[in-house]
């Protein structure tokens, strides 16, 4: 056997000396997820549908907007660096990032702002959030780093909503075709989707801000709560930041390898009733119904005790909550009394149509079982979601009651649509309404969401349920994923393993 020369075999040991640059044992952190989601959207532009699954999966991701929100809920800037509002509110200008490009290369500048907005505002928009664009009258492009929004009126809002979903960039040789090739300036670009199985993004190594620690990430849809589970404990998803199971969190609490964080949301569960329609166009009857509803046993049957009952459209996280909870007491006497008053002294049958999700089932079935103690028949109607219910009761108004979680954050203002599915209309409410998004004082603003808190609380276009907790489950060596969610989001950006 040939030896080593004496120099090189010092040089060894003192290589074998040297300290690894990983502890004993370490491994490389992983730098790919595996998300697991109950609903798969049908498309990826959440500029043209409302699902809060779309904005699950691109928001941050793929697609981002002049503003952000974070996992506070404060407003940061994102693609505009900075802005001024004039003194009368009307005109907002805004700086605009320099540097961006889109995932097919086409540079973010002024004019292609220019494009989202006049998309979203046009007479052609589908946006789901188009209302909150009417009051941008022009919007002018001095230079492309400058874009200037000419408003109708002062808009209190405005910056807000520019952070939502529906308000993303998009670059315009794509806009048509987001909705299964989504085009972006964001960190991720699509790589693959296998309708109902799963959707898979990787990271752009020509990002033009930071580059996140994951390489990529895998969505995979999974319906069924039991399976959720059975792939958490498996190990086949790394981690559920919504998981359907409640009733099992106490369980998975016990795996040592599992963090189980619960937190706040905006997803606000409602039984809608359609005022279109008898015997529901009459507020005695609606009044009826709520004095029938115990919001804690609907709260422990239908997501095992999770959750915060609520009297209107607001939850307790956002700014100027009115606590209305106690506003209509559960009173089953009482009800059956104003029904009586109302020209249905021996109750009324009449159907809800259920999205086929866990909460919205066992919600059904809890009020199902109250209301027939005031000799109302309810007559539970599964409906596929988001297809099928977005087109017969969104769109189609073809329902009596339904039940969905509104997730956007501060949307009271769908039931001042005139074409929203509830049918409601008030002007009391319209006007009260349009004066807190016009009124640029944050006292006098809120002060004014809370009256218009109280309208619904008095008219009840819908039962008011509860609040869903965030339910996340994942992995312990993951940091970065949101404990709170002000918007429905899996924000990637700065999730990462631990070693």
Known sequence: ??????????????????????????????????????????????????????????????FQGLTRIDENGQILPQLATDWTVSDEGRTVSFTLREGVRFSNGVAFDASTARFSIDRARGDGSTNPQKQFFTKIQAVETPDPRTLVLRLSE??????????????????????ETNRSAPVGTGPYRLAEWRPGDRLRLERIETYWGPAPALREAEFRFISDPQAQAAALRSGAVDAIPEFGAPELVEDLRREE???????????????????????????????????????????????????TPIGSHYTPNDPGYVDLANHVPYDPQAAKRLLAE?????GFETTIRTPQMAYATRSAEVLQALLAE??????????????????????????????????????????????YYFGYRNPRFDETLAQAERTLDE??????????????????????????????IWDKRLTGLWSDEPIPANDLTAVRWQP
């Open 154 to 175: 002062p808009s209190g809002d405005l910056l807000t909503h520019l952070g939502w979903p529906a308000a993303v960039m998009v670059e315009p040789s794509s806009a």
């Open 443 to 472: 006292e006098d603003r809120l002060a004014l969401y809370g009256d218009a808190q109280r309208i619904l609380a008095d008219d009840l276009p819908a039962l008011y349920l509860f609040v869903m907790p965030k339910l996340g």
């Open 1 to 62: 056997m040939a030896l080593l020369p004496r120099w090189r075999l010092a040089l060894a040991a003192l290589v074998l000396a040297l300290p690894s640059s990983l502890p004993a044992g370490a491994q490389t952190p992983r730098d790919d997820i595996r998300i697991a989601m109950s609903i798969e959207p049908a498309g990826l532009d959440p500029t043209a549908a409302a699902p809060a699954a779309i904005g699950q999966i691109v928001w941050q991701n793929v």
């Open 374 to 419: 005031i000799g109302v028949t309810l007559r539970i109607v599964p409906t596929e979601f988001p297809a099928v219910w977005v087109d017969q009761v969104l769109k189609g108004h073809d329902f009596d009651m339904t039940i969905v979680a509104h997730a956007e954050p501060l949307d009271i203002g769908i039931y001042a649509r005139p074409d």
């Open 342 to 346: 109302a020209g249905y002294p021996n």
């Open 257 to 307: 390898r599992l963090a189980v964080v619960i937190g706040d949301t905006e997803l606000k569960v409602v039984a809608g009733m359609n005022e279109r329609r008898k015997p529901f166009d009459d507020t005695r009857v609606r009044r009826a119904l709520m004095m029938a509803v115990d919001r804690a046993a609907v709260i422990e049957g239908a997501w095992a005790g999770f959750g």
